[in-house]
């Protein structure tokens, strides 16, 4: 990463083992809310960071792929790219993180958020956004932005 840029490093650069870890994520609604986790990816034709596993309280499983087949704009680009994670009971949850590949790049976790879950009148789901949380990776604390 370059000097002025931050994120969580699963597993962090030079450490190969362990890869799992957790984040502790506060949910501040008396709801549960949408969890969201951005993340750096990468694409079209350079694969740099792991497949990763995300287990939200054991109830919610997501594999992570960050690497796109398709270009914005036909070229290579490297930006963050939120992915939806479960629902999120009011209080702490824990955010289990399992690297499943060797890669380039540790896998980055750039923030995190909860938001209601609401609809429209057409039955759609409208996300808005409530709060940034902040990101608990054994014991050191980093604030999203």
Do not use: C
């Amino acid at each position: 990463f370059h000097p002025g840029k931050w994120a969580l490093e699963m597993p962090p650069k030079g450490v190969h083992v362990p890869k799992k870890a957790w984040i502790e994520i506060t949910n501040p609604m008396d709801v549960a809310g949408a969890l969201f986790i951005n993340i750096m990816v990468v694409g079209p034709d350079k694969r740099q960071y792991p497949k990763t596993l995300f287990d939200l309280d054991g109830d919610s499983h997501v594999i992570v792929d960050p690497f796109m087949i398709v270009s914005p704009h036909g070229e290579f680009f490297h930006i963050t790219r939120q992915y939806f994670m479960g629902m999120a009971p009011p209080g702490n949850s824990i955010v289990h993180i399992e690297v499943l590949e060797e890669a380039e790049y540790p896998f980055r976790i750039t923030g995190t958020m909860v938001t209601p879950m609401e609809k429209d009148e057409l039955g759609q789901i409208i996300h808005l956004q409530e709060t940034i949380n902040k990101l608990s990776i054994n014991g050191g604390v980093m604030e999203g932005t």
